[in-house]
């Protein structure tokens, strides 16, 4: 079965210092794997995806996320951390099977990003 | 061009009543899917609805339906309400032949007194 883990419930940053928000994936098959955060009383929105290609992918708002396939892990980054980032993240990955029935998404229970000034 | 946007934004409602919450996807799209989030949890998926039908399923009962209308608009009914269904039901929208992306609304909070 498709699942993700994010080992850490929160993440605490100085405004301006690197930031990594971890997680680790456990997937049958190749693995599509995505970033959403979630700003208080609102959706989520999409960062990013890896699908196939490169390890590095770029997302919005200066995120990226590196792919890992042999310590299985999608750890999203920023290089300089912004007190506006403090948010909930997740980590997602797209449910198995065939066809129709890879819709769904995978979360994590995410991890709450603080960014001090 | 509108997102995907929810309604009602809250709603109480106590023990074994019903309740349906409202979905328009964003434009363009035609899949709709439903999660729950549970307060500190992240979305679990619930079900998904393509061409007015329900493509998958996730592991929530049969308390638990749903409908696509002709627009791609969709509709989650949730019966013989219970204290655990108190969430937050978001509902995401696909365009069409991607389910890679899924786009948000901001949900319904639900409270179940």
């Known amino acids: 079965a498709q699942s993700v883990a994010q080992p850490e419930d929160q993440v605490n940053v100085a405004e301006g210092n690197p930031l990594t928000v971890k997680c680790t994936y456990s997937v049958s098959g190749n693995p599509y794997l995505f970033w959403y955060v979630q700003y208080p009383n609102r959706g989520l929105q999409f960062l990013l995806k890896?699908?196939?290609?490169?390890?590095l992918v770029k997302g919005s708002y200066g995120f990226e996320a590196e792919f890992n396939k042999s310590q299985t892990s999608f750890h999203l980054k920023k290089p300089s951390a912004l007190v506006s980032d403090s948010a909930l993240y997740f980590c997602a990955v797209r449910g198995g099977g065939y066809g129709g029935s890879q819709g769904n998404l995978i979360f994590g229970k995410g991890t709450k990003l603080s960014v001090k000034p | 061009d509108a997102g995907v946007t929810q309604s009602p934004t809250h709603l109480i409602k106590t023990r074994g009543q019903q309740v349906t919450l409202r979905c328009s996807p964003k434009s363009g799209h035609d899949t709709v899917s439903w999660y729950q989030q549970a307060l500190g949890q992240g979305p679990q998926f619930i079900f998904q609805?393509?061409?007015?039908?329900?493509?998958q399923r996730g592991n929530f009962p049969d308390r638990f339906s749903g409908h696509q209308f002709p627009n791609y608009s969709s509709e989650l009914n949730v019966n013989a309400l219970l204290l655990g269904d108190s969430a937050l039901y978001l509902c995401a929208s696909s365009p069409q032949g991607d389910w890679n992306i899924q786009y948000f609304g901001a949900g319904t909070r639900l409270s179940v007194l």
């Open positions: 890896y699908i196939t290609g490169d390890n």
């Open positions: 609805y393509y061409e007015e039908e329900e493509r």
